[in-house]
């Protein structure tokens, strides 16, 4: 619960309540209840959290359609000397558009750990006839963030709409055709993120990421003609997948 007043916070019933100031604009009614609007509430959580929450509630508010501009505004001038405000600021600037879900950030973050740069987020192919969008991409390597919902049909709490076999059968063949470009890939799952699989995952990941420079090179000018100029269909099946 946040409060007008002067800076800090205290429990009281296990509910925190901060005492910290807020204008009026950064007040939204939800389900008849006054709450501070998206931008405020990611940089609160940042600033609350780790660096990794922080990521994800920026790429959140992103996805909710606020801008950067009005993230950086939540942040200054209010928050310039509050406790962990680098904190905000370092999640801020990994903040990014184009991840669909919390596993895509964190997907991001952990390909960033690899070394080789900032990856590119919804990377986008097209031969004229079919487009597809990869997750990331840095170089001539792209990554995928696979959730396991998507093999599920949708009555079973799933988000598929056909069989899981037409779901394996669809990833193969849309595999086949950004590999076709002489592109590199890794596939990254939930499990992939945390404790020793996340070690585990960024040594396969380099030797992946690697091989495809040693097959490949790492220039990316020939995908020129061939890079999509339309936006990513927002109902793409895969993509909410």
Not at 139 to 148: K, L, T, Y
Not at 173 to 178: K, L, P, S
Request: proline share 4%; hydrophobic share 40%.
């Amino acid at each position: 619960m946040t409060r007008p007043g002067l800076v800090g916070s205290h429990v009281r019933h296990d509910v925190k309540h901060h005492l910290a100031p807020y204008d009026a604009s950064q007040l939204v009614v939800v389900h008849d209840r006054w709450v501070l609007d998206a931008a405020r509430t990611a940089a609160d959580v940042a600033r609350e959290h780790p660096l990794a929450h922080g990521v994800v509630a920026f790429d959140s508010a992103l996805r909710l359609g606020v801008t950067r501009g009005a993230l950086e505004a939540a942040v200054e001038p209010h928050m310039r000397c509050w406790p962990h405000v680098k904190r905000v600021r370092v999640a801020l600037d990994l903040a990014a558009v184009g991840a669909d879900n919390p596993g895509e950030t964190l997907a991001r973050l952990l390909v960033s750990e690899l070394g080789f740069g900032r990856p590119e987020a919804q990377f986008g192919l097209t031969d004229g006839l079919r487009t597809v969008f990869c997750d990331l991409r840095i170089g001539r390597h792209v990554f995928e963030f696979d959730g396991r919902l998507k093999y599920h049909r949708v009555e079973d709490g799933g988000v598929a709409l056909v069989s899981a076999d037409d779901v394996v059968w669809r990833e193969k063949q849309r595999q086949d055709f950004i590999c076709g470009f002489k592109l590199g890939m890794s596939r990254i799952v939930w499990d992939d993120l945390w404790g020793t699989r996340r070690e585990q995952a960024l040594v396969r990941m380099r030797r992946e990421v690697t091989d495809t420079v040693a097959r490949f090179g790492s220039a990316t000018d020939d995908l020129t003609p061939f890079r999509a100029r339309v936006s990513r269909p927002g109902q793409d099946p895969h993509r909410a997948a």
